[in-house]
């Protein structure tokens, strides 16, 4: 038995992943506990803030595996969620997984890099843009773009709340134009508040109309869909 040293927030599913390159595809989403991000408009914080610690479970690979088969009982993808998992040991749960046919897909802003990226089926980098209030070290983006190699389909989701952000997205799909990118709007409204879907459709708009505009036609612009389905609710 491994050690109980993955931090866990809440494992849920199956339901479907809404958002970046697999949006639609059905996955149980592993969501780990603690980030080393503190963006402004974060609407996990119950995954990133320390405050939260005491709802966080220590969990070894198999007790985390054990619950996700209990979910899923025939192979699907998992996604790995946070937080930022990439502050995790994942690496025996995802190797675990592969050993029973089940495929991972992890999330993080690239600020921290692991040689298991590498072991992954499907790696979405999503650096914060300036809205976030937070800095890109592009040294060790770069970095976990060559830990995970050729292993997963990788890709760029970036969150778009206004110009500035939009001029971030814009120039780091130059500097990666060989990866996707997947623009998404932001959502102003964070948990425990309702959604206000009637915003969140104006600003998509206002990101389709400016792609379109700019034509930008290498660029995939989508909602998150869990969101404009369920709002807020955690576990869905």
């Known amino acids: 038995m491994s050690e109980k040293n993955i931090r866990i927030s809440e494992i849920f599913g199956p339901t479907i992943q809404g958002e970046g390159a697999v949006i639609g595809q059905p996955t149980v989403f592993v969501r780990t506990g603690g ?5 402004t408009w974060c609407d996990t914080l119950y995954a990133v803030d320390s405050e939260y610690r005491h709802q966080w479970q220590a969990m070894s690979a198999e007790e985390i595996f054990g619950r996700v088969q209990e979910l899923a009982k025939k192979p699907l993808m998992v996604t790995l969620s946070g937080g930022n998992p990439a502050i995790q040991p994942l690496s025996p749960l995802i190797t675990l997984g592969k050993k029973h046919g089940y495929r991972f897909a992890l ?59 939009y001029a971030y997205a814009k120039e780091a799909a130059e500097k990666y134009s060989h990866l996707p990118i997947y623009l998404q709007p932001g959502n102003h409204t964070t948990p425990p508040q309702n959604i206000d879907k009637d915003a969140l459709n104006e600003r998509m708009q206002w990101l389709i109309e400016k792609v379109n505009s700019d034509q930008w036609f290498e660029a995939s612009v989508l909602p998150q869909l869990h969101v404009m389905l369920w709002g807020n609710e955690r576990g869905v």
């Open 35 to 39: 980030c080393d991000y503190r963006c």
């Open 107 to 165: 999330e993080t802003q690239g600020s921290v890099a692991q040689d298991w990226f590498s072991n992954l089926d499907v790696l979405t980098l999503s650096p914060k843009p300036p809205s976030s209030g937070m800095k890109t070290d592009w040294d060790v983006f770069n970095d976990c773009l060559k830990t995970a190699g050729e292993g997963p389909k990788t890709s760029l989701k970036i969150i778009i709340f206004d110009e500035n952000d």
